[in-house]
Nanobody, 128 residues
């Protein structure tokens, strides 16, 4: 397992931007696909975006396509989520997650059960 710590959440007006970061401990960061999930009050946790181990493949939920961008730096054990054109419906706690081991380099697992390590979450609030 890896330990994950998110940062960068906060409050922003609709149309604004935020950048989330997730720092991972350990020497196996590049062995894991990395994802961002979110959970709004009263709703289930949902996938936002995933990036493959080799940094060459991504999956974006339809709700964030064209607005959010994921990037990872394997040398720094860090994954980032750039969020632009934020909407009130993006308000949620955002979680960074590392996949279970064993996925191929291009894999982008998309279910919460595919991920074995989770950060503590960071709140993102978008006001209208």
């Amino acid at each position: 397992q890896v330990q994950l710590v998110e940062s960068g959440g906060g409050m922003v007006q609709a149309g604004g931007s935020l950048r989330l970061s997730c720092a991972a401990s350990g020497r196996t960061f590049s062995n894991h696909a990395m994802g961002w999930f979110r959970q709004a009050p009263g709703k289930e946790r949902e996938i936002v975006v995933v990036i493959s181990r080799n940094n060459l493949n991504t999956y974006y939920a339809d709700s964030v396509k064209g607005r959010f961008t994921i990037a990872r730096n394997n040398a720094k054990n860090t994954v980032y989520l750039q969020m632009n054109s934020l909407k009130p419906e993006d308000t949620a706690v955002y979680y960074c997650a590392a996949s279970m081991g064993g996925y191929g380099g291009y894999a982008t697992p998309q279910h919460a059960g595919d991920f074995g390590s989770w950060g503590q979450g960071t709140q993102v609030t978008v006001s209208s």
